[in-house]
């Protein structure tokens, strides 16, 4: 049996429902990101593997453990917030070895603990400091801290790298990975930056309406979509209807499917064996970092991206032939 | 530059306008005799030392602290709990408190008075605790802003549920981490209704009158009989709401400190 098991999940609020029917098995020592636009419920699941907030219907289990009627403080689970939640009241110091204070251990251990703890997360020096005198970054490696000092089973991050500016945040993304692989400790990070997603997790859940629209390792989600959300959602898929594209490459498409996605990359100016053709007029070329990204307007409009080369090989208003290996052509159910 | 005098001389003249008055009335409280000169002839300490010799204002002054720390006691004990109940659960319910916040504040003392008294003389009630109860009720407003603002700073309840989840019982939680928090506003919120009730003569004296003298009704008694001893009535009164201010000022500091950014 998996370590974490959610069983059927359901949440309303009164009329509304927020969840529906959600099944996860995650195993010990696994990254899991939860995936999606904000209200798709993905913070519930957090607050409810907390126990913070109650579900309508379903089961969880945490380590074979039915946590039905198990009261926050001893599900043994952390939790990161987006605004950090700090004690204002506290020293860093204090805020990190309050949830050890609270499970009484000796004063010794627990100057020995936060000693390590602020060490791994680069803190020893602010350790007199309060809250407010930290940043934003600081703040978050001190609720991180916090959460982990206790050696929970499953620490959960709701959104907590959201309102830190981009730097920062990647640097924290990769320490956040490097904390939980040094620990082997299990991690559900919920997140609506689907770059996030790719860069630290094992397995991602995509959410959609309260619902797990689909799971998978990174590369799964990324290359083989199996929705028109997923393919919207996750980077700048073209997606077509079957009419539209059986009318640009000349050829009709598997049957069964009545939608089919591309991504942007996979097209390009130089024929390959195999590659089905499409034709456009190039309208408008944007240029981010090492990407261009360039609208096509043939049937109708597509993207493509391509690698920023010394040389812009694409004049605006000319008509070209662009080509797709077929594999690339992702059908969407 | 000219400008500048103009308003340097207005300043200097509405500072003795509000100055001028306590000074005299402190200054009077210490003066041997102040009738046809222009400052006092001499200064002493008589008046003072008389007024603390006098079991008298020693016993009103005591049950003037006595009334005003008791209804900040009971607020405290009431009020506070109730209005963290309704700020971290039930908001939808906290604009019946900011509704009962402005009824305090609009309802004249003299309707008031009339009021308890047609009410509860009749019930054989102490009067005295009537008016405590009034008293409980008129600080309302001081003891939810000083609790509420502190609350607005922080996210209480997610304060709450990142205690809870690092194993800390909701009571824990409460006093371990909500009340600290909340606790230099809350108190700056009662040493202001302790200051407000202090001052509070309307009431005590149209509900009780005489027959339970604090401060306020004293003052009013020897104005009629020793202006010096009066005066030394209000120094002491000067000094006392002096020091509370003070305290509140520090307070409020201190509280904007512990919760910015």
Not at chain 1, 57 to 67: F, Q, V, Y
Not at chain 2, 42 to 47: D, H, N, P, S, V
Request: aromatic share 10%; hydrophobic share 45%.
């Amino acid at each position: 049996m998996s370590y974490i098991v959610i069983e059927g999940l359901h949440k309303k609020y009164g009329q509304s429902t927020v969840l529906t029917n959600i099944e996860m098995s995650i195993e010990k020592g696994e990254f899991i990101t939860l995936l999606g636009p904000s209200g798709c419920g993905k913070s519930t699941i957090l607050r409810i593997l907390a126990g913070l907030t109650d579900a309508s219907a379903g089961k969880i289990l945490i380590e074979g453990k039915d946590m039905h009627d198990v009261q926050p403080k001893d599900r043994q689970v952390g939790m990161v917030f987006q605004s950090y939640a700090l004690f204002p009241n506290m020293t860093v110091k204090d805020n990190v070895a309050f949830g050890l204070r609270m499970q009484k251990i000796t004063s010794a251990e627990i100057e020995q603990r936060v000693q390590e703890m602020l060490e791994t997360v680069h803190l020893s020096e602010k350790a007199q400091a309060y809250p407010k005198e930290l940043s934003g970054g600081q703040q978050q490696r001190v609720a991180l801290a916090r959460a982990l000092i206790v050696r929970p089973k499953v620490l959960l991050l709701d959104e907590p790298l959201s309102a830190l500016d981009a730097q920062i945040r990647k640097k924290l993304q990769a320490d956040l990975r490097d904390i939980q692989q040094k620990l082997g400790i299990t991690m559900i990070l919920v997140t609506h930056d689907q770059e996030e997603a790719m860069a630290v997790s094992d397995r991602i859940f995509v959410m959609n309406n309260g619902m797990i629209a689909q799971s998978g390792t990174p590369t799964a989600i990324y290359t083989r979509p199996e929705s028109e959300f997923i393919a919207s959602f996750i980077g700048h898929y073209n997606v077509f209807t079957r009419q539209t594209l059986e009318k640009m490459i000349g050829e009709l498409l598997p049957q069964g499917y009545s939608k089919f996605a591309i991504r942007p990359e996979a097209i390009h100016l130089d024929r390959r064996q195999g590659d089905v053709s499409m034709a456009g007029v190039a309208k408008q070329s944007f240029m981010s970092g090492n990407v261009i990204r360039t609208m096509f307007e043939g049937d109708c409009l597509f993207t493509m991206e391509q690698l920023h080369e010394r040389e812009q090989r694409i004049k605006v208003n000319e008509k070209y032939m662009c080509y797709v290996a077929r594999e690339d052509v992702i059908a969407l159910s | 530059m000219k400008k500048r005098g103009f308003a340097d001389l207005f300043f200097l003249l509405l500072a003795l306008y509000l100055v001028l008055p306590v000074v005299a009335t402190m200054l009077y409280a210490f003066a041997t005799k102040w009738n046809k000169t222009i400052l006092p002839e001499g200064l002493t300490f008589k008046w003072l030392a008389t007024l603390f010799q006098d079991a008298e204002f020693i016993q009103a002054f005591g049950r003037s602290v006595l009334l005003s720390c008791g209804a900040v006691l009971i607020a405290l004990l009431v009020i506070v709990p109730a209005i963290f109940v309704i700020v971290l659960y039930f908001q939808k319910y906290e604009k019946w408190i900011q509704v009962a916040v402005v009824m305090v504040y609009s309802f004249p003392g003299i309707i008031l008075a009339v009021g308890l008294i047609r009410v509860y003389s009749k019930l054989g009630v102490s009067m005295i605790l009537v008016v405590l109860g009034a008293y409980v009720i008129g600080i309302l407003p001081y003891i939810y802003q000083g609790t509420r603002n502190s609350l607005r700073n922080v996210d209480a309840r997610q304060l709450l549920d990142a205690a809870q989840i690092l194993g800390a019982s909701k009571f824990q939680a409460f006093t371990k981490i909500l009340l600290p928090t909340v606790y230099p506003g809350l108190f700056a919120g009662a040493l202001l209704s302790f200051s407000v009730l202090f001052g509070e003569f309307v009431l005590i004296n149209l509900v009780v009158g005489s027959r339970f003298e604090t401060v306020q009704i004293y003052l009013m008694k020897k104005l009629s009989t020793s202006g010096h001893i009066a005066s030394a009535v209000v120094f002491i009164y000067i000094v006392l709401m002096g020091l509370v201010t003070f305290t509140i000022a520090k307070l409020t500091k201190q509280s904007k400190g512990a919760t910015n950014g």
